[in-house]
């Protein structure tokens, strides 16, 4: 989540841009997000553009309408069914297990 001021309008836009490129979906202007542990690459970028009282990292285990958020990962092939193999390991992820298990082919 960031909120980069207009002043700082190449970083401001140079962000988000980035982030698009490694993957990350947007689920509001200033909210992206990302299904694996990305802090390290986060923070070199934040720190590479001096963004550090801008942004902010979160971990989150629900977001509301996660299934269209799971469904964009595999559209980018972010997210396969190896992960849902993982998945079966562990209690961590129970909407990715619901994901696959409804959208077997």
Known sequence: MFDIPAK???S???FPERLQSWGFIPLQRSVYVYPFDCHAQ???LVQELK???TVKYMI???IEGEEDVI???VEKGILTRAHFSDAKKSDS????RRFFKRNQK
């Open 8 to 10: 700082w309008n190449k």
């Open 12 to 14: 401001r836009h140079f």
């Open 42 to 44: 986060v923070e070199w």
């Open 51 to 53: 963004l550090k009282h």
């Open 60 to 62: 989150a285990e629900i």
């Open 71 to 73: 469904s964009a990962f």
């Open 93 to 96: 992820n129970r909407t990715l």
